[in-house]
């Protein structure tokens, strides 16, 4: 079974400039997360992609976007990139069970994405 | 709005040794489940543990047990025996529990962990 994958692994980038980030997720899993972490915080829930549409958002503004393909792989665009931006960007992925009862989704992370905007 | 808080930035034990790690949180949701996750060098977050606030039974996996305190919305980590591949950053994260709609996690500042040889 293929984990959390994430490419590219590094990314150094110039203010200003558009940023897409990729994410293969878990065999078997249809939810993606993502989460940003900046140095020495805890990741924050930038949003969260299920059956390809957007099933919800964290507080991050529009130029943070992203997709889910049918292969429930997706990407993370960051338009407009500030000195700010720069940080570890988290994939998970979860496969939701129980159908439509309250279910907590294990969610199981990739390596990340470091990204520096100079 | 949920908040996780991690009260001890770094922590630094003898290899052997008994460590616990802290953390509370505050949500007026009655119905949710905490975890802790650890994320050495290499940036893989993993999880170690997770516990549903449904259960009175404190979770146990292995070297690893938690102590929840639903009233005082306490979660603390504790490792036993520590070994030198438990140094890493731990983060405390909390979910709500969900019909339908995102399911986030929301994490705590984390606590970097040494174990020394």
Redesign the interface.
């Known amino acids: 079974e293929t984990g959390v994958t994430q490419s590219p692994t590094h990314l150094i980038k110039t203010r200003g400039q558009q940023v897409t980030l990729r994410c293969s997720s878990q065999s078997g899993h249809n939810?993606v997360?993502w989460?940003q972490q900046a140095l020495?915080?805890?990741?924050?829930?930038i949003?969260?992609y299920?059956r390809e549409e957007e099933?919800?958002?964290?507080n991050f503004p529009p130029r943070f976007s992203g997709l889910q393909f049918p292969n429930y792989s997706s990407e993370l665009n960051v338009n407009a990139l500030e000195l700010d931006d720069s940080a570890?960007y988290?994939c998970?992925s979860?496969f939701p069970r129980g159908g439509?009862?309250?279910?907590?989704?294990?969610?199981?992370?990739?390596?990340?994405t470091?990204l520096t905007v100079l | 709005a949920q908040t996780?808080t991690q009260s001890q930035p770094e922590m630094s034990v003898q290899e052997a040794e008994t460590v616990t790690l802290s953390c509370t949180y505050d949500t007026s949701e009655n119905?949710y489940?905490l975890f802790w996750?650890k994320q050495p060098p290499?940036?893989?977050?993993?999880?170690v543990i997770?516990q549903?606030a449904y259960k009175q039974q404190n979770a146990t996996e292995n070297r690893f047990s938690v102590n929840f305190q639903k009233a005082a919305k306490s979660f603390s980590l504790k490792i036993s025996d520590s070994q030198l591949g438990d140094t890493a950053m731990y983060?405390c994260?909390f979910?709500k529990?969900?019909?339908?709609?995102?399911?986030?996690?929301?994490?705590?500042?984390?606590t970097r962990l040494t174990i020394n040889p």
């Open positions: 939810t997360s989460y020495g915080q805890g990741p924050q829930f949003f969260q299920y099933n919800g958002r964290g570890l988290l998970a979860s439509g009862r309250a279910v907590v989704n294990e969610q199981f992370f990739g390596p990340g470091r | 996780v119905n489940y996750y290499s940036r893989q977050m993993i999880l997770r549903e983060f994260a979910m529990q969900f019909v339908q709609g995102a399911q986030k996690l929301v994490f705590g500042q984390g």
